[in-house]
Nanobody, 126 residues
């Protein structure tokens, strides 16, 4: 069973960087594809990035490509999201999720994810 806890959010100026972490306290982290999503009030959860089981493949939303990097450390049961060149439109609650599906389309659907963390707030000021 996957139990996820995100951290690393905060307030940053535009152009700055943050690194989010998501730790799984369960025993099966490496069995799952891990994704990052974000959500703002009144909007649906939006795909950000996904990483395959061993970390050897990734997909990104066009809006974050070349600015964000997803990575994972299976020995530490942790997935990361390095966010650079942040923009005010990146402001959202960021969630990590676990799924068994890896693909450019399937991994973008939040309904395919089995477990979610509680989220961490990222606020980018202009």
């Amino acid at each position: 069973q996957v139990q996820l806890v995100e951290s690393g959010g905060g307030l940053v100026q535009a152009g700055g960087s943050l690194r989010l972490s998501c730790v799984d306290s369960g025993q099966t982290f490496s069995d799952y594809v891990m994704g990052w999503f974000r959500q703002t009030s009144g909007k649906e959860r939006e795909f950000v990035a996904v990483i395959a089981w061993k970390g050897d493949a990734t997909f990104y939303a066009d809006s974050v490509k070349d600015r964000f990097t997803i990575s994972r450390d299976n020995a530490k049961n942790t997935v990361y999201l390095q966010m650079n060149s942040l923009k005010p439109e990146d402001t959202a609650i960021y969630y990590c999720g676990a799924t068994n599906i890896f693909g450019s389309m399937g991994s973008r659907d939040p309904l395919r994810y089995k477990s979610w963390g509680q989220g961490t707030q990222v606020t980018v000021s202009s």
